[in-house]
């Protein structure tokens, strides 16, 4: 959700972003010309960051349209990438840039579907400038899910990459922004190896369960070194290794995989299993020590029909012959809970035993005795 600082005025035009460095996403309205940018406390619009010069840039109205006009700042303003020295028009899902903090241009307008596709263009814009600086200062906020015994006691952690970068706040954004600069295996190294970092205060023998994007597997030998890099950052951390279930059918590559992990002392976790084609058969060549059942089997799964629940059942039953943990993903209701005990599952995941948070906040609700 977006705060809106309320600003009197009259003009349409209005900014949204990361006003200062990891504070919620904000808009302003344009309500004066000019309109000053810059790090003083004293101008229009005061951006928190070092980068910015203290005037950076002026935004300036003339009828319809919106001008910004940099005042000689140190570091540049950019519009779209590109920096703009002269008066520069704006238009509505523009990008302009004062230093490091990029804000997007908007207008309280009904939107049309030309426009739509002019904010989905500027949302992938914005995620590629975001992304650079991700990847050069590591700025991801790892969060934690708990992951419990159907006793509904906590033993181990799944971490999870987030951001407070405007525009690359969640997984999806992220990897979309790194699919385009074939960057996804580095990224994924980097959310790994943060959240092993940031988790170190958490509870030393609980498992943190880490995970891998598909892009890893194609090179097992870079694949080895990230691990190796894992375990020298958590060398007494239990850890395992989530692989999504889609990528886990080549029994000649997970072998591969197995061997190293079993030498770095990392557990294996095949993820999403049910999303797609079951493939039990094929896991079976290298079995995991975890399989987690896809949230597509399991939620309703109390109030299911008959039939569901037997085949839930069944194959929980195969995956427990197989010497693998069954592993419940996305349990929301206290029914799902208790018709997951029913079939047998060791252990479950899910907003029911608690939603992902940053390691600092999981220790402060055990300090003050929350569950």
Partial sequence: MIDTLTITGVSDWKLSGQFEEDSPVRQVLIDRTPFVVGRRRDVSLTLGNSSVSGCHAELLTKGDQLFVH???????????????NDLCELNPGDLVQFAQVVLRVGVDKPATQCQTMQNDSSDRALALIQFDKLLAERAVTPHYQPIVTMQRQTFAYEALGRSKLF??????????????????????????????????????????FVNTHPSELEDTGL??????????????????????????????????????????????AYDDFGAGQARLVEMADVPPDYLKFD??????????????Q??????????????????????????????????????????????????????????????
Avoid: W
């Fill in 167 to 208: 525009g690359l706040s969640d997984p999806q954004t992220m990897f979309s922004a790194a699919a385009v600069l074939n960057l996804e295996a580095e990224l994924s190294r980097i959310l790994r190896d943060e959240a092993l970092r940031d988790g170190a205060p958490l509870p030393g023998n609980h498992l943190l």
């Fill in 295 to 308: 949230i597509s089997l399991i939620r309703g799964l109390g109030s299911a029909p008959r039939e569901r």
């Fill in 310 to 371: 037997n085949m839930v059942a069944r194959l929980v039953q195969m995956t427990i012959e197989l010497g693998t943990i069954p592993l419940a993903e996305g349990v929301e209701t206290q029914s799902d809970h208790e018709a997951c005990q029913q079939m047998s599952f060791a252990c479950a995941q899910g907003f029911l035993y608690g939603r992902p948070a940053s390691a600092g906040k999981i220790l402060g609700l055990k300090d003050t005795g929350a569950s």
């Fill in 223 to 268: 694949l080895e070194l990230s691990l190796r890099e894992a375990r020298e950052i958590a060398p007494n951390r239990p850890i395992v290794l989530e692989i999504h279930e889609a990528t886990a059918t080549n029994g000649e590559v997970m072998g591969q995989v197995r061997e190293i992990l079993n030498e770095l002392c990392i557990g294996l």
């Fill in 70 to 84: 940099d005042l000689g700042s140190t570091n540049g303003t950019f519009v779209n990438g590109v920096r703009v």
